[in-house]
Nanobody, 118 residues
Framework: QVQLVESGGGLVQPGGSLRLSCAAS????????MGWYRQAPGKQRELVAS???????NYADSVKGRFTVSRGNVKNTVYLQMNSLKPEDTAVYYC????????????WGQGTQVTVSS
């Protein structure tokens, strides 16, 4: 059974920080590029950050310099450190795993809510 389980979301004030975690099971973790996406009400889901098995990262322009994605390949866990949070970061954040060998094979977590508000 494949599972991606996100945790770490919550309510934070503008300028604050949160760290999201995504624990993966049921996959060969090194086969997957891992990513974080987010979706706000009325908006399309967008890529926030991704990281390959080799550690190559990619970030949305809106989060560069504020967010850091990392992975622990032994722990099969992906992290998103979010600093200097803004109200526009409010969204449901989803963990994604995309197989780098098999086309269109990917998995999604259930999401975790991040709310940035005073």
């Amino acid at each position: 059974q494949v599972q991606l389980v996100e945790s770490g979301g919550g309510l934070v004030q503008p300028g604050g920080s949160l760290r999201l975690s995504c624990a993966a099971s049921g996959i060969i973790f090194s086969f997957y590029t891992m990513g974080w996406y987010r979706q706000a009400p009325g908006k399309q889901r967008e890529l926030v950050a991704s990281i390959t098995s080799g550690g190559i990262t990619n970030y949305a322009d809106s989060v560069k310099g504020r967010f850091t994605v990392s992975r622990g390949n032994v722990k099969n866990t992906v992290y998103l450190q979010m600093n200097s949070l803004k109200p526009e970061d409010t969204a449901v954040y989803y963990c994604n795993g995309q197989n780098r060998y098999t086309t269109n094979l990917e998995f999604w977590g259930q999401g975790t809510q991040v709310t940035v508000s005073s």
